[in-house]
Nanobody
Framework: QVQLVESGGGLVQAGGSLRLSCAASGRTFSSYTMGWFRQAPGKWREFVAAISRTGRNTYYADSVKGRFTISRDNAKNTVYLQMNSLKPEDTAVYYC?????????????????WGQGTQVTVSS
């Protein structure tokens, strides 16, 4: 089992940047595929980005491709989401998620463990 704690959210102006972090407990972090999801008010939680266990493979939602970068440091048990050129429509609670194995999932149901979320607000 793994516990996830997100940090790094906040208020930023449109065009600005934020870096989210997700710290994982446990000694087997490198065995988990990691993902980021977000949920805006009144909307379903949606996929943002995912990264393979080694970090070699990544996948992004079309809405963030070219602006967001997911990365991981297995030595620090941490996954990151660098968010650049932020837009008001990126405003949401951002969640870190983990699933053991090789498959890079893009659906909420494919992930087993979730953090509590961190709020990102982008003002226009």
């Amino acid at each position: 089992q793994v516990q996830l704690v997100e940090s790094g959210g906040g208020l930023v102006q449109a065009g600005g940047s934020l870096r989210l972090s997700c710290a994982a407990s446990g000694r087997t972090f490198s065995s988990y595929t990691m993902g980021w999801f977000r949920q805006a008010p009144g909307k379903w939680r949606e996929f943002v980005a995912a990264i393979s266990r080694t970090g070699r493979n990544t996948y992004y939602a079309d809405s963030v491709k070219g602006r967001f970068t997911i990365s991981r440091d297995n030595a620090k048990n941490t996954v990151y989401l660098q968010m650049n050129s932020l837009k008001p429509e990126d405003t949401a609670v951002y969640y870190c998620a983990a699933v053991p194995g090789l498959r890079i999932g893009v659906r909420e149901g494919e992930y087993e463990y979730w953090g509590q979320g961190t709020q990102v607000t982008v003002s226009s």
